[in-house]
Every structure is written in C-alpha cells, then in structure tokens.
C-alpha cells in the first residue's frame, strides 16, 4: 500500500494508541492535505543517527483535524498497524511517499497472557514509584497485556531508541517481556544513581 510517512523522532505511535500533532511546516501541512484525500493515513517512522529511516514504524489515520486561522493543522493520529518500508518512492512530492505493508502481532504463550500483563502492571508502577511520576493505573486494570504494552510504550519517558526496538518486536509476547526487562533495567539504574547521590 502507498502512503506518506512523516519522520519524527521521539514521537512514537502504537497500534490502538493516540497521537496528537501540531503540523505547522509547509512540507508536512501538504502531507496532511493528501492524507486528508487519500485515507487519511500517515505513517510514524524514526531516523537513525545517519538519518535513513528504521524500516519498521506504525500506520496511523487521522480521526480528527483542526485548520487554524494560520494554515496551521491539528491532528490526531490513531495507530491502526505496525509497517515495513518496501520501497521509498520516487514522486515529485515535498514530502516522503513509500509503499509499506502492514505487519500483525503473533503471539505464542496465550495461556501466559493474563500473568504478563499483571508482571507488566506492577513493573510499570514501580517504575512511575520510582520516577517520582503521579499517574493513575485503575484504568489499566483491565487492558490485555498487549494493549497495556503498547499504552505503557507510547506514554513512558523512555528514550525513543529502545522504543523503536520495542516497536519491532513481531511476537506480542516478546514486546511484553522485553518491556518488562526494560522498566526493570529503569528501576534499577535509577536506584544506583539516588544511592550514589
């Protein structure tokens, strides 16, 4: 499928997840004005130090927009799918057009699901504990422990470099346990850094 991807670090998208964004330079206010005519859809992708693209990012549509006063937009982009960059087209285009083709989650360990996502409930409380981060889980409760990985991926301050290597997880099962892992690796770096301070 062709769409146009908007390369923005740090701002990661999930599938089932939201993302607001203020479009305000002119080759992205053009992106949008040709998602608005063709699905609405736009895919998030990160850069690598040498700026080439991650090949994995996530396909959002846009659910609603404000035109301001200023030409301005104001977006929301809801994940739909993980992607993989087939090829960048050669368009005459400002801004990146790509053929991509959406990626779904496998998962292996069903039965292990529930127990994932209570470990993953109660690593990510520790880590807003220890972070020092007022935020009310109760509506996590009854997430799936996909759906709470993806919530936690995208609302956590963790770097967007080991959230683009949770993006490309293809087995739900190993993005929960490697999220796992990380906020545990978190909590335990930021417990030897107050020791030491």
Not at 61 to 68: G, L, Q, V
Not at 82 to 91: T, Y
Not at 112 to 117: A, C, D, R, V
Not at 125 to 151: P, R, V, W
């Amino acid at each position: 499928m062709r769409f146009p991807v908007f390369p923005l670090n740090g701002a990661l998208l999930f599938p089932n997840t939201n993302l607001p964004l203020n479009i305000f330079e002119n080759i992205y206010i053009d992106m949008v004005d040709y998602a608005l005519s063709n699905g609405r859809l736009i895919g998030m992708i990160q850069t690598k130090k040498n700026n080439d693209f991650f090949k994995i990012g996530c396909l959002g549509k846009i659910t609603n927009f404000t035109e301001t006063s200023d030409g301005r937009y104001q977006i929301n982009l809801e994940g739909k799918s993980r992607f993989k960059i087939n090829k960048i087209l050669d368009n005459k285009l400002k801004f990146i057009l790509i053929d991509g083709e959406e990626l779904e989650y496998t998962s292996n360990f069903k039965k292990q699901t529930s127990t994932l996502g209570i470990e993953l409930l109660s690593g990510f409380k520790k880590y807003l504990k220890i972070k020092k981060i007022d935020f009310n889980t109760s509506e996590f409760e009854s997430l799936d422990a996909l759906n709470l990985a993806k919530i936690i991926c995208v609302i956590s301050p963790l770097d967007y470099l080991t959230k683009q290597m949770l993006l490309e997880f293809n087995s739900s099962d190993d993005l929960c346990k490697n999220l796992i892992s990380v906020l545990e690796m978190e909590i335990n770096n930021i417990g030897k850094s107050s020791k030491i301070n």
